[in-house]
């Protein structure tokens, strides 16, 4: 497993693999933990966040429910998917996603997924 990283090339953004772990010691020291249990299947996300996620999801048909603890890359959630991903929560959610959670575990399901984002949605902005 590969975390990731932020960063811009001729204007783009690309999320480049950490090879120092850098990222991973951040994540630790903020305890980030975005692998916890999501036990009840129920989603708590709000519609934004699911039609988000469907759009981009190739595997995912449309009458299909969308579990907390479904695999996303297992529903078409590639790379170039990812930083489409990211890109639109960003922006729905006027939220920046930190370097220490670009890891894998945070986009490995959707729960894991609404879990990062609601808990930068409750963050104060800093004056």
């Known amino acids: 497993m590969c975390d990731y990283r932020r960063t811009h090339v001729h204007g ?12 991973q010691r951040r994540a630790g020291a903020l305890n980030c933990d975005t692998t916890e249990g999501h036990g009840d299947m129920t989603p708590s996300w709000d519609k ?14 449309d009458d ?29 959610y006027a939220i920046e996603i930190p370097d220490e959670l670009l890891q894998p575990a945070t986009f490995a399901t959707a729960g894991a997924l609404w879990q ?11 004056a």
């Open 12 to 23: 783009r953004l690309c999320l480049s693999p950490d090879v120092t772990g850098e990222a």
């Open 48 to 61: 934004s966040f699911e039609s988000i996620l469907r759009s981009l999801l190739r595997g995912l048909s």
């Open 64 to 92: 299909a429910p969308l579990n907390p603890d479904q695999d996303l890359a297992s529903l078409g959630l590639d790379s170039m998917a990812s930083v489409e991903l990211l890109l639109n929560l960003e922006e729905t």
């Open 116 to 126: 990062a984002v609601s808990g930068l949605r409750s963050v104060e902005p800093k």
